[in-house]
């Protein structure tokens, strides 16, 4: 059997089809990923990925010989399916109209010490878009015979077969007790604990892709799906197996997503968004997030990344951005960002890197995340400015860019052959920057930002 691995990355923003073999990038192809208005809420727009991915594996197929196939996807998003088909639409996390069950929902939803599950808005929570489907939604959430995350969806849609995963049950879902290593008590108390496929490892293989998957792309029909990953999760992968704890993976994107390993699980709160994720192994870590990638563009209002001139005069400007600029995540999600001060036009881009410096130096701070190796993965890195001002942040600590455009599905690809036995790439080291007036400026910024109500 070929050793070539097809990873389906189904992101927020765009889907690909990635090949790999022994960890080498051969081949990829992506688009933009939609959502739909509805009804009955709006959803991730499946058939259109769908149609992208048969139609990616017919031209991979020519010219590869896939012996593999691995699913990993974004978080907060899960799948009711019928015998054969969806029962109810995959709801996009950013329906604000979720929200209207919370009274009810409330009263079901673990306490932040069980399922270290935040409560986060819209419908980042998927216990509460369960709740929804359930109770707004009871015609479809009839037909259903089996609720998995996301990426367990493209495996099932791939081989047939329906299985539960912890990284994707654990993604702030309300539906996993971490420290316990178990579906927590909102799954009986919502009723829905018989929608649960048994529970399988990531890098367990599932079975063969259906035959009429396999004369639709031209695939071998003993192509083998594994059950698959959420996709920070992915990212976290090539470290634990080349890395010692403690350290900690910046993994970017629309979401930034701050991952801890080895450290305390202690000084997590819900407050500033920092929660327990589980990595593929079952094992809980520290983490934080905030919506990053969006915050940014709000702020820099173009493209480009900036140079250190124009971070330094920002900081002699005294401009500042104040969270928050999108509405979700991070520990102040529920206020409105502002910018204070006059910033020219062109700077733009270096007030959105300090920003995404200082909200992870500060959410880090609060994790107690100290020391170890620090590791910025996706597309920030191609930002040197923000890789060096964390450095000069964060003195303490070794900071690494791991210049990979494809990370998150690179990582995905390791499950078809683990343990790995080929060696990961190691990241790049970064050298500080040495930026006059940087430490009285964060010093300014938190005295401003600690004035905004938690």
């Known amino acids: 059997m070929s050793q070539t691995v097809a990873v389906l990355d189904i992101g927020k923003t765009n889907v690909k089809l990635a090949l790999f073999n022994d960890g080498r990038l051969l081949w990829e192809k992506s688009a933009p990923n939609c959502v739909r208005p509805g009804p009955p809420y709006p959803h991730e727009d499946v058939e259109s990925a769908w149609n992208f991915f048969l139609d990616a594996f017919r031209e991979a197929a020519r010219a590869h010989q896939i012996g593999a196939i691995v699913p ?55 216990g509460r878009q369960l709740a929804y489907q359930k109770w707004r939604c009871p015609d479809l959430f009839a037909k259903a015979r089996y609720f998995v995350g996301y990426p367990q ?8 077969v329906a299985a539960s995963e912890v990284t994707s049950l654990g993604a702030h879902t309300d539906l996993w007790a971490p420290r316990q290593g178990q579906v927590s008590s909102l799954v009986k108390a919502l009723g829905v604990d018989h929608l649960l496929p048994p529970l399988r490892r990531a890098f367990d293989p599932i ?3 259906q035959p009429e998957i396999a004369a639709l792309t031209g695939l071998a029909p003993e192509t083998q799906v ?3 990953i959420h996709d920070s999760n992915a990212s976290l992968l090539p470290y634990l197996v080349s890395r010692q704890a403690p350290f900690t993976v910046l993994s970017t994107g629309t979401w930034v997503i701050l991952m801890c390993v080895g450290l305390s699980l202690d000084q997590l709160d819900p407050r500033d968004d920092t929660l327990a994720n589980v990595d593929a192994l079952g094992r809980p870590i520290a983490c934080g997030r905030f919506m990053g990638g969006r915050e940014f563009a709000v702020i820099a209002g173009g493209g480009g990344n900036p140079d250190l001139d124009a971070v330094e005069r920002v900081i002699v400007s005294g401009a500042m951005a104040l969270p928050c600029f999108s509405g979700q995540g991070g520990p102040y999600a529920a206020t409105e960002g502002v910018i204070v001060g006059d910033v020219a036009a062109a700077d733009r881009t270096a007030l959105a890197t300090l920003y995404c410096a200082l909200i992870s130096d500060l959410m880090l701070t609060r994790m ?10 996706g597309p920030f890195v191609g930002n040197p400015a923000f890789c060096e001002l964390l450095g000069a942040l964060r003195p303490k600590q070794r900071i690494f860019a791991a210049k990979d455009a494809a990370g998150t599905a690179r990582g995905a690809a ?29 010093d300014a910024w938190r005295a401003s930002v600690d004035q905004i109500a938690r």
Request: aromatic residues 12%.
């Open 207 to 209: 079975g063969p892709i």
């Open 414 to 442: 390791l499950l078809a052959h683990w343990p790995p036995t080929y060696p990961i790439a190691a990241p790049t080291p970064v050298h500080p920057a040495a930026i006059a007036g940087l430490d009285a400026y964060r």
């Open 368 to 377: 107690g995340a100290t020391s170890g190796d620090f590791v910025i993965e």
């Open 72 to 126: 990993t996807a974004h978080g907060a998003a899960g799948a009711l399916i019928g015998e054969s088909e969806l029962a109810a639409p995959v709801m996009d996390y950013e329906f604000t109209g979720v929200e209207v069950i919370e009274p009810d929902y409330a009263r079901l939803r673990p306490p932040f010490s069980e399922s270290l599950s935040p409560k986060v808005p819209a419908g980042l929570n998927l």
């Open 226 to 228: 594994f059950c698959g």
């Open 153 to 160: 969806y493209w495996t099932w849609r791939l081989s047939g």
